[in-house]
């Protein structure tokens, strides 16, 4: 099925631990980003990539980092996990026009102990 | 700048009973707007969108219009259904900000029989 695949579902981390929140997408969208939903506080910008080889800094970017690999995969990572990233992760694509609206994945549960 | 402001949940209904779930905005733009819900254990689903201002955007009972002169974009249903239970996001995507989205903070939604 056509969509947006994240990768781990779960994942338990303990403090200083890095790893790598894998996403892809196979419907041909150039934009991609990475959110974290944390609860009372909605869903929170933390990279994104407008195009294969471009990469920002959203509302939280402190303590990740990204790859835009190619055009279907933007990863995320955390360098030295820390107990405030516990966290669930939500990958998106978008095609570029508002009228689609954003394709989302179905997350990463991520806590850090 | 942009952003998105929904009410405070959670919220707790009868079967069969009426749902408003407000949301108003503020853009620099022209903005696109959008409801998504998200089932428990689930990501974002794109639920209705409306990208001028008077359009009404519908989709499994679910309303919402428009509204320019008060900046509001609020979604109704007329009988609410168990499987309604979810939280609901409020969101715009602003193309004078490159199509990026901004959520609201989500409101959550019971439907009790």
Redesign the interface.
């Known amino acids: 099925n056509a969509g947006v695949t994240q990768t781990p579902k779960f994942q338990v981390l303990k403090t200083g631990q890095s790893m790598t929140l894998q996403c892809a997408q196979d419907m041909n969208h150039n934009s991609m980003y990475w959110y974290r939903q944390d609860p009372g506080m909605g869903l929170r910008l933390i990279y994104y990539s407008a195009s294969e080889g471009t990469t920002d800094k959203g509302e939280v970017p402190n303590g990740y980092n990204v790859s835009r690999l190619n055009k279907r995969e933007f990863s995320l990572r955390l360098e030295s996990a820390a107990p405030s990233q516990t966290s669930v992760y939500f990958c998106a694509s978008f095609q570029g026009q508002a009228y689609y609206g954003y394709t989302f994945g179905s997350g990463t549960r991520l806590t850090v102990v | 700048g942009n952003s998105v402001t929904q009410m405070e949940g959670p919220v707790t209904l009868s079967e069969e009973a009426f749902l408003t779930i407000n949301c108003t905005y503020t853009a620099t733009g022209y ?2 707007l ?1 409801w ?1 819900v998200q089932y428990p254990g ?5 639920l209705l ?1 409306a ?1 001028k201002a008077d359009d009404k955007g519908s989709n499994k009972g679910f309303e919402a219009t428009y509204r320019k002169e008060t900046t509001s974009f609020h979604l109704e249903k007329g009988s609410v259904q168990v499987s309604d239970s979810a939280v609901y ?1 409020c969101a715009l ?1 602003d ?1 004078s900000t ?4 901004y ?4 409101t959550s939604l019971t439907v009790i029989p």
């Open positions: 903005p696109s959008f998504y689930e990501g974002l689903q794109l969108k990208t996001f995507s193309s490159g199509n990026q989205f959520f609201g903070t989500g």
